[in-house]
């Protein structure tokens, strides 16, 4: 069973301009999560989607950050503007379960690690 | 309420030795509590979880002990390698999400 994919791995930008970050889950897989995985600390989730449907973005900076998951399968998180507080490794992780039951299993992909300049 | 606390944040270990890291939580809604190990430029695998209605899970030389009334819970590590050498982060989950401890780097020594 292929892993999650995600790429692209590195990017480096400077301050205030955009980048974009793709993720392919599991197949079958209806749950998917994006985090922000900041040097020296644990994972925070930013956004949780059930097929195409947001469940969770409390925590996802909505004045430049956004994400979607067209067609249940792929999802792309973007950045727009950048800024240097933004540099850190962006997970995106899968699940076979649903919401509403105890307990899951999460996969990670191998992250995206950015670096704003 | 929604923090996991998690310690300590560095250990050194020699080869053959137990390894053990602790975290604790506030949130009784917490209902499910996986230890995830990852490796530099890696994402994190999900290494042992456990749920609240036991005390103890063992897989391999890795253990979880939970400790419900204290609100804690524990990875103990047995017989430690240097291929054990990593981070290692708790998390709790509380409906279906994952709250992740500050981690743990483990160093093993040969």
């Known amino acids: 069973e292929a892993g999650v994919a995600q790429s692209p791995r590195y990017k480096i930008i400077e301050k205030r301009q955009s980048v974009a970050f793709w993720c392919n889950p599991i197949s079958g897989h209806a749950t998917l999560y994006w985090y922000q995985q900041i040097l020296g600390q644990g994972p925070k989730l930013l956004i949780q989607?059930?097929?195409?449907?947001?469940?969770?973005d409390s925590q996802l900076p909505k004045d430049r950050f956004s994400a979607e998951r067209l067609k249940g399968v792929d999802s792309t998180l973007k950045i727009q503007p950048a800024k240097l507080e933004d540099s850190a490794v962006y997970l995106c992780a899968s699940s076979s379960l649903g919401t509403g039951r105890k307990g899951y299993e999460q996969y990670f992909g191998p992250g995206t690690r950015l670096t704003v300049t | 309420q929604q923090q996991v606390k998690q310690s300590p944040q560095s250990l050194i270990v020699q080869k053959g030795g137990i390894s053990i890291i602790n975290c604790a939580y506030e949130n009784t809604a917490f209902d499910y509590f996986p230890w995830y190990q990852q490796f530099p430029g890696k994402g994190p695998a999900l290494l042992i979880a456990?749920?609240?209605?036991?005390s103890e899970k063992k897989e391999g030389r890795f253990t979880i002990s939970f400790n419900k009334s204290a609100k804690q819970f524990s990875l103990h590590i047995m017989d430690s390698q240097p291929g054990d050498s990593a981070t290692y982060f708790c998390a709790a989950s509380p409906h279906n999400k994952l709250v992740f401890g500050a981690g743990t780097i483990l160093r093993v020594k040969s």
């Open positions: 456990i749920r609240p209605d036991v």
């Open positions: 989607f059930q097929n195409n449907g947001v469940v969770d």
